[in-house]
């Protein structure tokens, strides 16, 4: 796998870990009735699992790039 494409799931699986740690805050916040901190973690969490998205298909471009492929 090239370097590129090896960063790329990096920088995937960090968003992931971050979206996951927001999800947690959110589910607190509402359990505890703190509705507007419960949404902005939910917010958060939403922004970094698109993040995590576009890194996963640029790393399948930077293989398929790898492997000849367009």
Do not use: L, P
């Not at 509402?30 to 507007?36: F, R, W």
């Not at 901190?37 to 995590?52: P, R």
């Amino acid at each position: 796998m090239s370097k590129k494409a090896a960063e790329h799931h990096k920088k995937a699986s960090e968003h992931h870990e971050h979206a996951a740690h927001h999800h947690a805050e959110a589910a607190k916040h509402h359990e505890n009735g703190h509705h507007e901190k419960a949404a902005h973690h939910a917010h958060t969490a939403s922004g970094h699992a698109i993040h995590a998205r576009q890194h996963s298909e640029e790393a399948g471009k930077a293989h398929a790039e790898d492997h000849g492929h367009k």
